[in-house]
Protein backbone atom coordinates (compact mmCIF):
# COMPACT_ATOMS: atom_id res chain seq x y z
CA UNK A 1 0.00 0.00 0.00
CA UNK A 2 2.67 2.77 0.93
CA UNK A 3 5.12 1.46 -1.92
CA UNK A 4 1.91 2.21 -4.17
CA UNK A 5 1.00 5.72 -2.78
CA UNK A 6 4.95 6.40 -3.23
CA UNK A 7 5.14 5.63 -6.94
CA UNK A 8 1.65 8.03 -7.30
CA UNK A 9 3.49 10.85 -5.62
CA UNK A 10 6.88 10.43 -7.17
CA UNK A 11 4.63 10.16 -10.77
CA UNK A 12 2.91 13.15 -9.70
CA UNK A 13 6.24 15.19 -9.27
CA UNK A 14 7.73 13.78 -12.60
CA UNK A 15 4.41 14.78 -14.05
CA UNK A 16 5.01 18.57 -12.71
CA UNK A 17 8.91 18.28 -13.44
CA UNK A 18 7.73 17.84 -17.05
CA UNK A 19 4.44 20.53 -17.13
CA UNK A 20 7.42 23.28 -15.34
CA UNK A 21 9.83 22.84 -18.05
CA UNK A 22 9.44 26.13 -20.53
CA UNK A 23 8.31 24.19 -23.93
CA UNK A 24 8.06 26.63 -27.08
CA UNK A 25 7.03 23.81 -29.73
CA UNK A 26 7.36 20.21 -27.96
CA UNK A 27 7.06 16.83 -29.77
CA UNK A 28 6.64 13.87 -28.69
CA UNK A 29 8.79 10.82 -29.93
CA UNK A 30 9.14 6.91 -29.96
CA UNK A 31 12.91 6.04 -30.83
CA UNK A 32 13.97 2.43 -31.27
CA UNK A 33 16.64 0.72 -30.89
CA UNK A 34 18.81 -2.34 -32.00
CA UNK A 35 18.75 -4.63 -29.23
CA UNK A 36 22.27 -5.87 -30.15
CA UNK A 37 25.76 -4.10 -32.43
CA UNK A 38 28.66 -6.00 -32.61
CA UNK A 39 27.48 -8.73 -30.14
CA UNK A 40 27.45 -5.75 -27.71
CA UNK A 41 23.62 -6.37 -26.04
CA UNK A 42 21.75 -3.32 -25.20
CA UNK A 43 20.94 -2.40 -21.51
CA UNK A 44 20.12 0.96 -19.54
CA UNK A 45 23.59 2.43 -19.86
CA UNK A 46 24.23 1.96 -23.23
CA UNK A 47 20.71 2.75 -24.12
CA UNK A 48 21.37 5.89 -22.05
CA UNK A 49 24.50 6.56 -23.84
CA UNK A 50 23.23 6.00 -27.03
CA UNK A 51 20.74 8.97 -26.71
CA UNK A 52 23.61 11.50 -25.41
CA UNK A 53 25.12 10.56 -28.78
CA UNK A 54 21.95 11.50 -30.23
CA UNK A 55 20.84 14.39 -28.35
CA UNK A 56 24.93 15.81 -29.14
CA UNK A 57 24.53 15.04 -32.83
CA UNK A 58 21.03 16.85 -33.05
CA UNK A 59 22.34 19.57 -31.19
CA UNK A 60 25.29 19.87 -33.61
CA UNK A 61 22.90 19.74 -36.83
CA UNK A 62 20.56 22.55 -35.14
CA UNK A 63 22.97 24.80 -33.33
CA UNK A 64 26.36 24.41 -35.10
CA UNK A 65 29.81 24.98 -33.34
CA UNK A 66 27.49 27.09 -30.42
CA UNK A 67 26.00 23.56 -29.19
CA UNK A 68 29.55 22.74 -27.93
CA UNK A 69 30.95 26.41 -27.78
CA UNK A 70 28.13 27.74 -25.55
CA UNK A 71 26.74 25.05 -24.68
CA UNK A 72 23.24 25.74 -26.60
CA UNK A 73 20.93 22.62 -26.63
CA UNK A 74 17.52 21.32 -27.30
CA UNK A 75 14.89 20.92 -24.40
CA UNK A 76 14.50 17.14 -23.93
CA UNK A 77 13.45 14.56 -21.35
CA UNK A 78 14.03 11.11 -22.31
CA UNK A 79 12.67 7.54 -20.63
CA UNK A 80 13.56 3.91 -21.67
CA UNK A 81 11.22 1.66 -21.93
CA UNK A 82 11.06 -2.19 -22.36
CA UNK A 83 8.01 -3.43 -24.79
CA UNK A 84 5.80 -6.73 -23.45
CA UNK A 85 8.80 -8.73 -26.10
CA UNK A 86 11.56 -7.66 -23.95
CA UNK A 87 12.77 -4.84 -26.59
CA UNK A 88 14.01 -1.38 -25.06
CA UNK A 89 12.62 2.03 -26.73
CA UNK A 90 12.54 5.62 -25.68
CA UNK A 91 9.87 7.71 -25.50
CA UNK A 92 11.13 11.22 -25.30
CA UNK A 93 9.57 14.97 -25.18
CA UNK A 94 11.40 17.47 -27.41
CA UNK A 95 11.39 20.72 -27.98
CA UNK A 96 11.76 21.96 -31.63
CA UNK A 97 13.62 25.42 -31.49
CA UNK A 98 12.02 28.48 -32.76
CA UNK A 99 14.16 28.90 -36.01
CA UNK A 100 13.52 25.50 -37.10
CA UNK A 101 10.36 24.42 -39.23
CA UNK A 102 8.82 21.41 -37.92
CA UNK A 103 9.48 19.34 -41.39
CA UNK A 104 13.12 19.80 -41.02
CA UNK A 105 13.07 18.90 -37.26
CA UNK A 106 11.59 15.88 -38.29
CA UNK A 107 14.23 15.07 -40.61
CA UNK A 108 16.46 16.17 -38.41
CA UNK A 109 15.63 14.06 -35.64
CA UNK A 110 15.54 10.73 -37.88
CA UNK A 111 19.23 11.33 -39.21
CA UNK A 112 21.05 11.92 -36.03
CA UNK A 113 19.25 8.85 -34.73
CA UNK A 114 20.10 6.79 -37.66
CA UNK A 115 23.84 8.02 -37.11
CA UNK A 116 24.00 6.41 -34.01
CA UNK A 117 25.28 3.15 -32.83
CA UNK A 118 21.93 1.18 -32.11
CA UNK A 119 19.64 3.36 -33.22
CA UNK A 120 16.63 1.59 -35.41
CA UNK A 121 14.89 2.70 -38.25
CA UNK A 122 11.44 3.25 -36.74
CA UNK A 123 10.79 6.51 -35.02
CA UNK A 124 7.83 7.98 -34.42
CA UNK A 125 7.25 11.91 -34.08
CA UNK A 126 4.42 14.40 -33.06
CA UNK A 127 3.01 17.14 -32.27
CA UNK A 128 2.16 17.34 -28.19
CA UNK A 129 -1.30 19.15 -27.73
CA UNK A 130 -1.71 18.42 -24.61
CA UNK A 131 -0.83 16.52 -21.13
CA UNK A 132 -1.53 12.89 -22.92
CA UNK A 133 1.98 12.11 -23.87
CA UNK A 134 3.14 12.93 -20.41
CA UNK A 135 1.09 10.74 -18.68
CA UNK A 136 2.14 8.20 -21.52
CA UNK A 137 5.86 8.00 -20.88
CA UNK A 138 5.55 8.21 -16.74
CA UNK A 139 2.97 5.27 -16.78
CA UNK A 140 4.37 2.45 -14.56
CA UNK A 141 4.20 -0.45 -16.65
CA UNK A 142 7.05 -1.42 -19.63
CA UNK A 143 9.34 -0.48 -16.53
CA UNK A 144 11.13 -2.67 -14.43
CA UNK A 145 12.80 0.00 -12.28
CA UNK A 146 10.58 2.66 -12.64
CA UNK A 147 13.15 5.61 -11.28
CA UNK A 148 16.14 4.13 -13.64
CA UNK A 149 13.90 4.45 -16.26
CA UNK A 150 13.56 8.28 -16.70
CA UNK A 151 17.29 8.99 -18.67
CA UNK A 152 18.19 12.16 -15.82
CA UNK A 153 21.80 12.34 -17.11
CA UNK A 154 20.22 13.20 -20.72
CA UNK A 155 17.55 15.53 -19.46
CA UNK A 156 17.78 18.89 -20.57
CA UNK A 157 15.21 21.83 -19.48
CA UNK A 158 16.69 24.97 -20.15
Known sequence: MYYNHFKSG?????????????????FGITLTLKQQVNFQKL?????SANIRHFTNRLNRMIFGASAQRHGKGIKFFPVIEKSADDRL?????????????????????????????????????????DDGWSLYITK???????????????????
Open 10 to 26: FRTSIIGFIKSIPWANP
Open 140 to 158: FDQKAEYDLAIDWMNVRNH
Open 43 to 47: DLTTA
Open 89 to 129: HIHAVIDCPDHIDTSSFNDKINQAWSKTNFGYRHTHIQPIR
